[in-house]
């Protein structure tokens, strides 16, 4: 999954026998989060600051943040001049219907801007964390569960490359010739994977960091009357759901996107959700993300969202029908890729061992 630029571009917790995370973790949790606010106010609630402004405040901020990334990642590709040329005449000719300046989709681009969005919403979040009076990790990528990047990232490569083995089987996908040679595989291997690192952690910290931790604690009051037993597992699932609408929501202004494409992204952002849900962290989904991108983009040479980066090894072309081969939305377009994206649920819960959410209440 990749999210191009907008233009101008807890605690380890030991194995134990259970595959999910245990009633003896989460309950008590969901006791202390079903006790009723000690002073409702418009501002403050329960958990501190309320979520709705907590939100408000982190997406105004991001927001900035992205727009200030986006300029220096197209002026670090060399095409700021002709970028804001082909912007000011647009504005002046608005008539004219000028075509849309297009920044081609190469390591730099994503290095500088979702490096700088990523380090931008780490700051945010710090400060966030500060005011709280929450542990920085809490919003998902904490020291405890690093070992999980490097299992992510090699699932995600496995589920890709079946996923275009498949294609290539049934005479979908074509491979035409390789288009590098020499050190320059290497040089472009390691920029494309320094760049869809960043995607990793930008997107998955956006949507699964800090949002989907604010946003579980908002809609905790609505779930306990809904499942008071269960408040905490039924809020983090309402939150789940609706940041995985607008991650596919955010990839609707890729090029060559589909609608089934939209919703495999849907899709995989529900099961990132599960991943976090498990083991409390985003380091398997983040490490998951960074390969699967990879090596469609740089290694298939494959579309990616629609995408076609520079500096790909092989040149590839489909045939076919659109749903079957993933048309110009590359594989992640495919009906073929649901039943990889359910493989992998059903290897979350074989491989990785369960973790525990971080709670709701402020330390103090």
Not at 29 to 48: C, E, K
Not at 88 to 102: E, Y
Not at 156 to 173: D, K, Q, Y
Request: proline share 6%; with cysteine.
């Amino acid at each position: 999954m990749d999210l191009t630029p907008p233009d101008p571009g807890t605690s380890p917790v030991p194995p134990s026998s259970q595959d999910e995370p245990s009633l003896a973790s989460i309950q008590p949790l969901a006791a202390q989060d079903s006790v009723q606010d000690s002073g409702h106010g418009v501002f403050i609630g329960r958990y501190g600051l309320r979520a709705g402004w907590s939100i408000a405040i982190f997406v105004a901020l991001v927001a900035i943040i992205i727009m200030v990334s986006g300029f220096f990642a197209v002026a670090a590709t060399g095409h700021l001049k002709e970028f804001m040329a082909a912007r000011m005449q647009a504005q002046a000719h608005p008539q004219m219907h000028a075509p849309k300046p297009v920044v081609p989709f190469q390591p730099a681009l994503v290095i500088v801007s979702d490096g700088l969005t990523f380090l931008g919403m780490l700051g945010v979040c710090w400060f966030f964390s500060k005011a709280e009076g929450r542990r920085l990790g809490v919003y998902g990528i904490g020291s405890s569960r690093r070992s999980d990047f490097l299992p992510g990232a090699f699932w995600g490569f496995v589920a890709l490359s079946g996923l275009v083995l498949l294609l290539r089987s049934l005479h979908l996908l074509y491979f035409d010739q390789r288009l590098l040679t020499g050190p320059a595989i290497f040089l472009y291997g390691a920029k494309w994977l320094l760049a869809f690192l960043m995607v990793g952690f930008s997107e998955e910290y956006m949507l699964r960091g800090y949002l989907q931790f604010t946003l579980t604690r908002g809609v905790i009051g609505l779930a306990e009357k809904i499942s008071p037993g269960k408040a905490r597992t039924v809020a983090f699932w309402m939150a789940a759901v609706i940041m995985s609408f607008v991650f596919g929501a955010v990839h609707l202004g890729n090029a060559g996107e589909n609608a089934l494409g939209i919703g495999q992204v849907v899709l995989i952002g529900l099961i990132f959700s599960y991943v976090l849900w498990r083991t409390g962290s985003l380091w398997w989904a983040i490490g998951f993300h960074m390969a699967w991108d990879w090596a469609q983009s740089f290694l298939y040479g494959v579309a990616d969202s629609g995408n076609l980066s520079v500096g790909r090894l092989f040149q590839t072309h489909i045939a076919g029908r659109p749903a079957l081969s993933g048309g110009v939305d590359g594989p992640e377009g495919s009906i073929f890729c649901i039943p990889v994206l359910l493989l992998v649920v059903l290897v979350v819960r074989w491989t990785t061992r369960p973790g525990e959410q971080p709670p709701l209440e402020a330390a103090g």
